[in-house]
């Protein structure tokens, strides 16, 4: 019973996903190729709020729904750590036409085919847990 609050924000993020276009690979296509500003606004706004909702959390103490604190540890840039990890992330991107976030959505809109996606992503974690220790962070 105490998971259906997060199936419904769950549920509810796929409809605002689905609603907003951003799991439209059309969008998305353009987005690469310059030619709407649509995601790049919504990317941005994202952003923003968590930039704004981060601030809060940490201004606030804000506590986490099951009353535990919320705690965000500072982590060292290392150039090398982003751009590996962005080329990757924007591989997987441009041979999926599609964002790791609406994955589910996708497969909720009909597109069956996002199952190999989900599959493959979730082998990807799996190995990325197994090597992680042997990787430079």
Sequence with gaps: ???FKYLFVGMLFGVI??????????RIYEMFRFQSFHMYGVIGSAVVLG??????????NLKSINGNEIVIEEKKFSI???????????????????CPGPLFALLGNGIGVVAIVI??????????????????H
């Design 119 to 136: 599959l493959s992503a979730l082998a990807g974690t799996y190995v990325y847990g197994l090597l992680r220790n042997k990787l430079p």
């Design 17 to 26: 996903l689905t609603k907003s276009e951003v799991i439209s690979w059309f």
């Design 80 to 98: 090398s750590r982003y751009l590996i990890g962005g080329i990757i992330f924007g591989l997987g991107w441009a041979m999926t036409g599609a």
């Design 51 to 60: 930039i704004i909702f981060i601030q809060l959390i940490k201004r606030m």
């Design 1 to 3: 019973m105490k998971f």
